[in-house]
C-alpha cells in the first residue's frame, strides 16, 4: 500500500517506489518547487538592516571627529551608544529628547524659515477667511456665456465641474465643456429636446452620468451627457379625475430634480396637483404621487419642489402660499405643514435645504426670502423683503461653507439691473451685492467643488464668476486659451467617381488630397478664369443684356411697360363720334331695318 503523504507532499523515496511496483509507472512526473515565505521575509530584512548600517556608517564617518556642519556640535560619539536608525535619511525635526538632530544632507538655508512663514500666512488668512466669510465670494472675475436673446430660465452643472448645460424661453439647450473651450466660449452642442416649449429646470444626476430635462410639456426627458434621449416619462389619462389612478402628470410641469442618493430617482411637479417620482428604469409609470391640499381638501398647484439633503423629506411650494413636506415613503399625510408661508396666488419660485439639513429657505413670488429650521415649522426664522421676482423660477442657493444664502433679483427693461444678493444665513441681513446686468437675474448656482458662481439672466446671458485665488478649474480653464483659428472645410472641385475594375486607359488619377487639387486648379488657365460679371446697360461684346434679343424677351419686356393713359376719358370717345355718323358702320346700320 502507498505510504500516507507526510510534511508538504509524499515521501519521494518510498511513495514512488510504492507506485512503481502498483501502478506500473514510476512516479506522477517532477515535484512542483516550494518556497519558505518566511525565510525570505526574514533574509529581505536583514539585508536592509546591512545596508542601513552601511549608510549610516558612512554618514557618521564622514562627520567622526569634526564640527557639524549645522548644529554646531562635536557629533563623534553620538551614535556610538544609540542603535543603528532604518530607514531613509530624515529631514531635521526634534526628537524625542526635545533637542534638533540634523541627518542626511544639509538643507537649503532659509528652508525651515520660509515654511514656517508659509505656515502662518495660510493660517492667518484661514482666521480671516472664518471671520468673514464675504471674503470667500468669488466675484473679482467673471465670463459670459451668450445662449441667445431670451431669458436662461434653467442652469445645470456636474458634480466635477466639468460642463455647464444651459436651457432658455426659445425652448433650445446648450452644452459648455470648460476644458474644451478657447477664448471665443462657444456651446460645443445645441439641441431642442421639447420642441417648442420653454425650458423649465436642467439638473445633472449626483454621478453626472444623465441630464434631467423638465420643460413646459407634461412629460420629462432624461438625456445622457451628449444630448441623446435616454428615458421620457408617460403621459397620463387628462380625463381620470383622481390623479393617483393616472400613470403621469397631465398638465404642464413646473420644476424637477434628482434624489441625492439614489442615481436613478428623480422627481416633479405639475400643474394637474401632483408631485411625482419616478424611476430612471420604469418610463411606463410614476413611482409615488404626492397629493399637496388647501385647507379645505382642495386640489392646489405645486410650482417647485426638491428633495432634503439626506433624501427623506419631500418638500414642494404651492400657489396658495403654503410650503408642504412629506416623509419620501409615506405619500398620503404630510410631515410638516406651513399654511401661510408666502402670499396666496403667488408663485413660491425654490425651495432649498442648507448642506447641514436642518434650514429650509424659499423665494417666493411675493418678493420675499425666508428661512425655516423644519424642527419647528410654524414660523419662518428669518424674512428679507423688496426683493423684485418676475419669475416663477427664481431660485436661491447656500454657500458651499454654509455661511450664506445667496438669490437674485429682477428687473424690468430700462428700468435699473438685477443684482446677485448675499445674505448672512443666520440673521438674513445683506452682507454683499453684486450687479450682474440690466435685465433680471433669474438662476444662481454656486458650485462648491469650484468655487464658482453660475448667473442666468433675462437678456439670455449665463455669467461666471470666479476668483484666480480660491477658484479651481472651470472658467479659469478657458479664460487663458487663445482662439482658435477656423478651419475653413475644402470643397471637391468635382465629383470623383471610384471605377476601380476599370481598364487603364478609362481609369481617372485618384485625388491625394483636395489642397494639391486645388492648386492644379489654380494654374490651369480655364478652371482658374474669372467668372464674367453680369451685364449692364445695353450689351457688349457679343453678349447680351438682361432683356435679351429673343422674341419672348422683347414681348415680357414690354409687357411690363407702363402703358397708362392720363387723358380725360370722355375726350377719348367724343373724339370719333363725327365720323361714326357720317359713316355709320356697326350699330346703325342694324337697327334701320
Known amino acids: 500500500p502507498c505510504k500516507p503523504a507526510t510534511g508538504d507532499g509524499l515521501d519521494n523515496a518510498g511513495s514512488d517506489k510504492d507506485i512503481s511496483s502498483i501502478m506500473g509507472f514510476s512516479g506522477f512526473g517532477k515535484k512542483a518547487r516550494t518556497f519558505d515565505l518566511d525565510a525570505i521575509f526574514e533574509q529581505t530584512r536583514r539585508t536592509a538592516i546591512e545596508r542601513s548600517r552601511q549608510v549610516l556608517g558612512t554618514a557618521s564617518s564622514l562627520c567622526s571627529g569634526q564640527t557639524c556642519c549645522e548644529c554646531g556640535s562635536d557629533d563623534s560619539d553620538s551614535d556610538s551608544d544609540s542603535e543603528p536608525r532604518i530607514g531613509p535619511l530624515l529631514p531635521p525635526g526634534p526628537t524625542a529628547g526635545g533637542e534638533e538632530v540634523d541627518v542626511g544632507p544639509p538643507l537649503p538655508p532659509g528652508y525651515g524659515k520660509s515654511t514656517a512663514d508659509d505656515d502662518d500666512e495660510d493660517e492667518e488668512m484661514q482666521d480671516e477667511d472664518d471671520e468673514n466669510p464675504v471674503k470667500r465670494i468669488p466675484d473679482t472675475h467673471e465670463?459670459?456665456?451668450?445662449?441667445?436673446?431670451?431669458?436662461?430660465?434653467?442652469?445645470?452643472?456636474?458634480?466635477?465641474?466639468?460642463?455647464?448645460?444651459?436651457?432658455?424661453?426659445?425652448?433650445?439647450?446648450?452644452?459648455?465643456?470648460?476644458?474644451?473651450?478657447?477664448?471665443?466660449?462657444?456651446?460645443?452642442?445645441?439641441?431642442?429636446?421639447?420642441?417648442?416649449?420653454?425650458?423649465?429646470?436642467?439638473?445633472?444626476?449626483?454621478?453626472?452620468?444623465?441630464?434631467?430635462?423638465?420643460?413646459g410639456n407634461s412629460q420629462a426627458k432624461v438625456l445622457d451627457r451628449d444630448g441623446f434621449q435616454?428615458?421620457?416619462?408617460?403621459?397620463?389619462?387628462?380625463?381620470?379625475?383622481?390623479?393617483?389612478?393616472?400613470?403621469?402628470?397631465?398638465?404642464?410641469?413646473?420644476?424637477?430634480?434628482?434624489?441625492?442618493?439614489?442615481?436613478?430617482?428623480?422627481?416633479?411637479?405639475?400643474?394637474?396637483?401632483?408631485?411625482?417620482?419616478?424611476?430612471?428604469?420604469?418610463?411606463?409609470?410614476?413611482?409615488?404621487?404626492?397629493?399637496?391640499?388647501?385647507?379645505?381638501?382642495?386640489?392646489?398647484?405645486?410650482?417647485?419642489?426638491?428633495?432634503?439633503?439626506?433624501?427623506?423629506?419631500?418638500?414642494?411650494?404651492?400657489?396658495?402660499?403654503?410650503?408642504?413636506?412629506?416623509?419620501?415613503?409615506?405619500?398620503?399625510?404630510?410631515?410638516?405643514?406651513?399654511?401661510?408661508?408666502?402670499?396666496?396666488?403667488?408663485?413660491?419660485?425654490?425651495?432649498?435645504?442648507?448642506?447641514?439639513?436642518?434650514?429650509?429657505?424659499?423665494?417666493?413670488?411675493?418678493?420675499?426670502?425666508?428661512?425655516?429650521?423644519?424642527?419647528?415649522?410654524?414660523?419662518?426664522?428669518?424674512?428679507?423683503?423688496?426683493?423684485?421676482?418676475?419669475?416663477?423660477?427664481?431660485?436661491?442657493?447656500?454657500?458651499?461653507?454654509?455661511?450664506?444664502?445667496?438669490?437674485?433679483?429682477?428687473?424690468r427693461r430700462d428700468e435699473g439691473s438685477g443684482k446677485l444678493v448675499f445674505f448672512d444665513r443666520q440673521t438674513l441681513q445683506v452682507v454683499y451685492e453684486v450687479e450682474v446686468a440690466s435685465a433680471s437675474v433669474v438662476r444662481c448656482l454656486w458650485h462648491p467643488k469650484l468655487n464658482q458662481i453660475m448667473v442666468g439672466t433675462g437678456n439670455g446671458l449665463a455669467k461666471v464668476y470666479y476668483d484666480p485665488v480660491r477658484s479651481h478649474r472651470g472658467a479659469k480653464l478657458c479664460v487663458v486659451k487663445s482662439n482658435r483659428k477656423e478651419k475653413h472645410a475644402e470643397a471637391l472641385t468635382q465629383d470623383y467617381i471610384i471605377t476601380p475594375h476599370a481598364l487603364p486607359m478609362f481609369r481617372e488619377a485618384r485625388q491625394r488630397s483636395t489642397r494639391k487639387q486645388l492648386e492644379k486648379d489654380r494654374l490651369d488657365p480655364v478652371k482658374s478664369h474669372k467668372p464674367e460679371p453680369p451685364v449692364s446697360g445695353p450689351g457688349r461684346g457679343g453678349r447680351v443684356a438682361a432683356h435679351g434679343g429673343t422674341l419672348s424677351s422683347y414681348i415680357v419686356k414690354n409687357i411690363a411697360l407702363d402703358k397708362t393713359d392720363d387723358s380725360n376719358p370722355r375726350e377719348a370717345i367724343l373724339r370719333h363720334a363725327k365720323d361714326a355718323s357720317e359713316n355709320p358702320y356697326w350699330v346703325a346700320p342694324a337697327y334701320k331695318k
Not at 436662461?152 to 465641474?161: E, K, M, N, Q, R
Not at 471665443?184 to 449626483?206: D, G, T
Not at 411606463?284 to 439633503?309: A, E, I, M, N, W
Not at 405643514?337 to 413660491?348: P, V
Open 143 to 215: 465670463i459670459t456665456l451668450q445662449h441667445g436673446t431670451k431669458t436662461v430660465s434653467a442652469l445645470g452643472l456636474d458634480p466635477s465641474g466639468a460642463r455647464l448645460v444651459t436651457g432658455s424661453y426659445d425652448f433650445s439647450i446648450r452644452f459648455w465643456d470648460f476644458a474644451g473651450m478657447d477664448a471665443a466660449l462657444q456651446a460645443f452642442r445645441s439641441l431642442q429636446p421639447c420642441e417648442c416649449h420653454q425650458i423649465k429646470s436642467l439638473q445633472y444626476s449626483n454621478t453626472g452620468d444623465v441630464i434631467l430635462v423638465v420643460a
Open 230 to 411: 435616454v428615458m421620457e416619462c408617460i403621459k397620463g389619462d387628462q380625463y381620470i379625475v383622481d390623479m393617483a389612478n393616472t400613470k403621469g402628470h397631465t398638465a404642464m410641469l413646473n420644476g424637477g430634480c434628482w434624489h441625492p442618493k439614489i442615481k436613478e430617482e428623480f422627481l416633479t411637479c405639475s400643474n394637474d396637483g401632483t408631485v411625482r417620482t419616478w424611476d430612471l428604469s420604469s418610463e411606463k409609470k410614476h413611482k409615488d404621487v404626492f397629493k399637496p391640499r388647501s385647507l379645505q381638501g382642495k386640489r392646489v398647484t405645486p410650482t417647485c419642489c426638491t428633495y432634503s439633503r439626506d433624501g427623506k423629506l419631500i418638500a414642494a411650494g404651492c400657489q396658495d402660499g403654503t410650503i408642504q413636506i412629506w416623509d419620501r415613503n409615506l405619500s398620503v399625510h404630510t410631515k410638516f405643514h406651513c399654511r401661510q408661508a408666502h402670499a396666496n396666488g403667488s408663485d413660491t419660485s425654490c425651495l432649498t435645504f442648507s448642506y447641514d439639513g436642518t434650514i429650509l429657505a424659499s423665494r417666493g413670488g411675493d418678493d420675499t426670502l425666508k428661512t425655516w429650521d423644519i424642527r419647528n415649522f410654524k414660523k419662518p426664522l428669518n424674512v428679507a423683503t423688496g426683493l423684485t421676482n418676475f419669475f416663477p423660477m427664481t431660485d436661491c442657493c447656500f454657500s458651499p461653507d454654509d455661511k450664506l444664502l445667496v438669490t437674485g433679483t429682477s428687473a
